[in-house]
């Protein structure tokens, strides 16, 4: 353990970077919940990567604005395609959802093998890079992600397909803050430790304190031991989740 290397100069970037991706997460992950298509969001984000690995191989080296374009583009197609077999096949939509995610990551595994540092991309957007991220990234993630709050919270009774643009966009720049394992984890453990609450207001709360919480140790963790940041914040959430889960459900615990 090594608190000279409690740096806030990294730690600040990357506490913002989870709670700008806890802003949308956690009211999108209660929907996730709600609609019983837990594995929407490895789906959505493993079918950006793949897009994103595609036009690496296809179109070389690519600008920021370019891997954004490409990712959102495939993503929002893949919602749209989700969307689609909802409407057809909603009793097996899981598990439709399930093999579209294999085939997304089955696919990128055969393209990284010819795509200029393909692991090394793959890697980072599963595991990401959440110490690196810098301000300009979180100041454009941060204005996106109001705008899609806005029009989740003002339109989401408007029509179904709102649920799944919200959440191809915001999937696919958290991803790219985060990485995958995050942006999963971020959805279900803030969804799961609130859910079964009477008041919104309550649920709310306890999830963003939920995802704040393990987002925080993840951090410390990180820093203190030397360990990969995305992985042990996968595990401080879980275990910040189970423990508001054991309090919501024995509060004299």
């Given at each position: 353990m090594n608190f000279d290397s409690l740096d806030f100069t990294l730690m600040i970037p990357a506490l913002l970077a989870g709670i700008i991706v806890l802003s949308t997460h956690v009211p999108l992950g209660q929907e996730v919940l709600k609609r019983g298509i837990i594995f929407i969001d490895?789906?959505?984000?493993?079918?950006?990567?793949?897009?994103?690995?595609?036009?690496?191989?296809?179109?070389?080296?690519?600008?920021?604005?370019?891997?954004?374009?490409?990712?959102?583009s495939s993503a929002v197609l893949g919602a749209l395609l989700i969307h689609n077999l909802e409407?057809?096949?909603?009793?097996?939509?899981?598990?439709?959802?399930?093999l579209l995610y294999v085939l997304a990551a089955s696919g990128c595994l055969l393209m990284i093998s010819h795509a200029p540092h393909g692991d090394a991309l793959l890697h980072n957007l599963l595991v990401g890079q959440i110490l690196w991220v810098n301000y300009e990234q979180l100041i454009w993630a941060a204005l996106l992600y109001s705008v899609l709050l806005l029009i989740w919270f003002k339109l989401k009774h408007k029509s179904p397909i709102i649920f799944y643009l919200v959440f191809s966009l915001s999937v696919t720049v958290s991803v790219q803050l985060v990485g995958i394992y995050l942006v999963f984890t971020s959805l279900i453990l803030p969804a799961l430790a609130s859910r079964g609450m009477q008041q919104p207001s309550y649920q709310l709360l306890t999830a963003y304190s939920t995802g704040l919480i393990g987002y925080l140790l993840g951090l410390i963790t990180s820093l203190l031991f030397d360990l990969p940041t995305g992985a042990v914040t996968v595990w401080t959430l879980v275990f910040v989740g189970l423990m508001f889960y054991k309090f919501k459900q024995h509060p004299s615990f």
């Open positions: 490895l789906a959505i984000a493993q079918i950006a990567a793949m897009g994103v690995i595609a036009a690496t191989l296809f179109a070389g080296e690519l600008t920021n604005w370019s891997v954004q374009l490409f990712a959102g409407q057809r096949y909603n009793h097996n939509l899981e598990a439709i959802i399930g």
